[in-house]
């Protein structure tokens, strides 16, 4: 990893010494010492951890604080530094999921779905005659005649109208229209084709990260 992370710094530019600090969010435990010890070799600075214990400014309204993924708690840091509230943030990545912050910046809660690409390659591993696709641009019409535009439209207009229905349905819990954030990986395409109003936002969990990282070192 600290290979890994040592080209991408130099493919970019950008050398590997005088940093002051670092901030590090992991969902995959077994991982996060490892990334941590690279970085510091790195870097010679001990990363900032996203996890319990760290000056977030969130209110987490949900059952089990201590269960909410640190990639959320980054977006919705994110969010609330940068948007109106109440919002409602979509992250689609390896898995699909929509934070919701009410109008005093809580957290009360999330909606976790399979991810797009997770989906589609479940349809393809467990099907006889469906191939393995990617999702490059969405086809001219929702109906597909063939098999890839068929599939390819079943994930990018059907990901689109459900982040239009989740969102309505939200709305009506809360009583009031949300201000509509999507990011992550899978995105990009998938938004141009969502009829409610919404701000596509590709560094929205880095921008949290990095209020994190100043809402604990602001010497």
Do not use: W
């Not at 689609?92 to 109008?103: E, F, H, P, Q, Y």
């Amino acid at each position: 990893y600290a290979v890994e992370i040592a080209q991408i710094l130099e493919l970019n530019g950008l050398p590997c010494d005088g940093y002051k600090g670092a901030v590090l969010c992991s969902v995959v435990p077994a991982l996060t010492g490892k990334i941590q010890t690279a970085i510091y070799r790195l870097t010679g600075v001990h990363p900032l951890i996203v996890g319990p214990g760290i000056k977030t400014g969130l209110d987490i309204r949900i059952d089990n604080p201590s269960q909410l993924g640190a990639d959320l708690v980054a977006s919705a840091v994110g969010a609330l530094v940068k948007y109106p509230l109440p919002c409602v943030i979509f992250d689609l990545g390896t898995a699909t999921k929509a934070s919701v912050l009410d109008c005093g910046g809580a957290f009360v809660g999330a909606v976790l779905m399979p991810g797009v690409q997770v989906s589609l390659e479940a349809l393809a591993a467990r099907t006889a005659q469906l191939p393995h696709i990617g999702l490059d641009s969405a086809p001219p019409r929702v109906i597909g005649t063939n098999t890839v535009d068929s599939m390819t439209s079943g994930s990018i207009y059907g990901t689109a109208a459900m982040i239009d229905g989740v969102t309505a349905r939200i709305e009506n819990e809360l009583g009031k229209p949300v201000n509509l954030v999507v990011t992550g990986g899978l995105s990009g395409e998938i938004v141009k084709h969502c009829k409610t109003p919404l701000t596509y936002d590709a560094n929205l969990l880095l921008d949290g990260l990095l209020a994190l990282y100043h809402k604990n070192h602001k010497a």
